[in-house]
């Protein structure tokens, strides 16, 4: 066999995968992810990839007390651990209040779980699913003055699918709260 000049050997090689990439680039028809292509779970960095939080806006007079909604959206095939988690190793869902002034905050009331069994666990857990909501008792003090103001709301989750579990995250938001 005669021997192959190294720069024709290269020139060779590069445009062998050169049509090679671009023959694997092609979209596909189906709609699909291209063959080969990292599932759902692979894209998440951390649980709030899948959970969202959003507060309703409320009002209320000087001296009033209302439950405001602290909303908690989680995306279809996810949980989160419930409050209370079903072990103390286990990171459960929990509302922190920030502070606004005239503003305080009580206990967070959390709705009950639901009991699921899953491959990764021994026994079912108390988790939450879909759309959840978690109320926050909160009282304007007496001289607080009228207007608007917010309050900065922290919510720790930590997301799982029947599988496997995500990072951790605190997610973010506030209620938008108008005293009268």
Do not use: W
């Amino acid at each position: 066999m005669k021997p192959v000049p190294i720069k024709s050997f290269l020139l060779s090689c590069l445009l062998l995968g050169f049509l090679a990439a671009c023959s694997g680039n092609r979209p596909t028809t189906s709609g699909g992810p291209p063959p080969g292509a990292p599932g759902p779970s692979a894209a998440i960095a951390s649980s709030a990839d899948v959970v969202k939080v959003r507060a309703a806006s409320t009002s209320f007079s000087a001296g009033g007390q209302i439950d405001a909604d602290v909303l908690l959206s989680i995306s279809s095939g996810f949980h989160v651990n419930a409050n209370p988690a079903t072990f103390p190793y286990l990171i459960a869902t929990q509302v922190t209040p920030g502070k606004a002034e005239g503003i305080s905050a009580g206990t967070p009331v959390y709705p009950g779980a639901v009991k699921k069994k899953f491959q990764f666990a021994e026994q079912p857990l108390a988790v939450y699913e879909g759309e959840i909501v978690i109320k926050l008792p909160l009282r304007a003090e007496k001289s607080a003055a009228a207007g608007p103001r917010s309050l900065p709301i922290a919510v720790r989750v930590q997301a799982c699918d029947k599988e496997q579990c995500f990072p951790p995250a605190t997610v973010n938001t506030a209620i938008s709260i108008e005293v009268k």
